[in-house]
Nanobody, 124 residues
Framework: QVQLVESGGGLVQAGGSLRLSCAAS????????MGWFRQAPGEERDFVAA????????DHADSVKGRFTISRDNAKNTAYLQTNSLKPEDTAVYYC?????????????????WGQGTQVTVSS
């Protein structure tokens, strides 16, 4: 089992940046693929980005390509989501998730463990 804690959210103006972190504890972090998802009020939980267990493969939703970048540091048991050029429509609670597999997926049901979420609010 792995425990996940997100941090780095906050209030930012449009065009700004935030770096979200997801600290993992428990079983070996390097055997889990990681994902970031987001959920706005009244909306479904949407895929944002994912990274394989080794960090060699990544995937980003079309809506964030070129603006967001997922990464991980297995030595620090931490995954990151660098968010640049933020837009008001990026406002949501951002969740990190771990999947008991080396391969990443873009579907939230494929993930086994979840953090509590961190709020990102982008003002216009």
């Amino acid at each position: 089992q792995v425990q996940l804690v997100e941090s780095g959210g906050g209030l930012v103006q449009a065009g700004g940046s935030l770096r979200l972190s997801c600290a993992a504890s428990g079983r070996a972090f390097s055997v889990y693929a990681m994902g970031w998802f987001r959920q706005a009020p009244g909306e479904e939980r949407d895929f944002v980005a994912a990274i394989s267990a080794s960090g060699g493969s990544t995937d980003h939703a079309d809506s964030v390509k070129g603006r967001f970048t997922i990464s991980r540091d297995n030595a620090k048991n931490t995954a990151y989501l660098q968010t640049n050029s933020l837009k008001p429509e990026d406002t949501a609670v951002y969740y990190c998730a771990a999947r008991q597999s080396f391969t990443m997926r873009a579907v939230y049901r494929e993930y086994d463990y979840w953090g509590q979420g961190t709020q990102v609010t982008v003002s216009s």
